[in-house]
């Protein structure tokens, strides 16, 4: 069974720093594209950025220069910091692991940006 686990939401103020991450059981992420998602209240989920299984990473337009992604394959963990937070980053932030071609949600992780 796989399972899929974000950490390391909370409340921050406006300028500061998270890290979010991202750890899975009964996959490994090396041969698993990774997603970062978020839903704000009363809006769709959106797609923050991705690494593919090769470390290849994109991101929106709207976390450029503010997001990264990144992994850790010795820990076998992705991350996304998150730095320069805005009160418009608030959302609740979803990764998502696609494993030859089925995708695996966590639960997700509350990230609040106080202005």
């Known amino acids: 069974q796989v399972q899929v686990v974000e950490s390391g939401g909370g409340l921050v103020q406006a300028g500061g720093s998270l890290r979010l991450s991202c750890a899975a059981s009964?996959?490994?992420?090396?041969?698993?594209?990774i997603g970062w998602y978020r839903q704000a209240p009363g809006k769709e989920r959106e797609l923050v950025g991705s690494?593919?299984?090769?470390?290849?990473?994109a991101l929106a337009d709207s976390v450029k220069g503010r997001f990264t992604i990144s992994r850790d394959t010795a820990k076998d963990m992705v991350y996304l910091q998150m730095n320069s937070l805005k009160p418009e980053d608030t959302a609740v932030y979803y990764c998502?692991?696609?494993?030859?071609?089925?995708?695996?949600w966590g639960q997700g992780t509350q990230v609040t940006v106080s202005s």
């Open positions: 009964g996959i490994t992420f090396s041969v698993a594209a």
């Open positions: 998502k692991a696609v494993v030859r071609g089925i995708g695996y």
């Open positions: 690494i593919n299984r090769v470390g290849g990473t």
